[in-house]
């Protein structure tokens, strides 16, 4: 097997950056589609905050046969919670 010349070996790395650049921009623009359809209710204040931060988040909707469970999941997390921190919604 011949070795790749050099003109080849720098068009291969060239590759690997872009495929590693478009990896990381798919990583981060992934979080603002999942989002999408909730920001709307979220306090703006959460805009504030670099996307990495919101990866983990968790949406829970309330639905017409189970209304209460955004209530039900909050009492559950304050249950098991240490520290406790939250945006309230500001006031007109």
Same mark, same amino acid.
């Given at each position: =097997?011949?070795?790749?010349?050099?003109?080849?070996?720098?068009?291969?790395?060239?590759?690997? &950056?872009?495929?590693?650049? =478009?990896?990381?921009?798919?990583?981060?623009?992934?979080?603002?589609?999942?989002?999408?359809?909730?920001?709307?209710?979220?306090?703006?204040?959460?805009?504030?905050?670099?996307?990495? $931060?919101? $990866?983990?988040?968790?949406?829970?909707?309330?639905?017409?046969?189970?209304?209460? &469970?955004?209530?039900?999941?909050?009492?559950?997390?304050?249950?098991?919670? $240490?520290?406790?921190?939250?945006?309230?919604?500001?006031?007109?």
């Amino acid at each position: =097997m011949k070795p790749a010349s050099p003109a080849a070996s720098s068009r291969l790395s060239v590759s690997r &950056r872009i495929a590693a650049g =478009m990896e990381n921009l798919v990583e981060r623009v992934e979080p603002e589609r999942e989002l999408r359809d909730v920001w709307r209710w979220l306090p703006d204040e959460v805009g504030e905050f670099p996307l990495e $931060t919101l $990866t983990e988040l968790t949406v829970t909707v309330a639905e017409p046969d189970v209304p209460y &469970r955004p209530v039900n999941r909050l009492e559950s997390l304050l249950r098991t919670a $240490t520290t406790v921190r939250f945006l309230r919604p500001g006031w007109p």
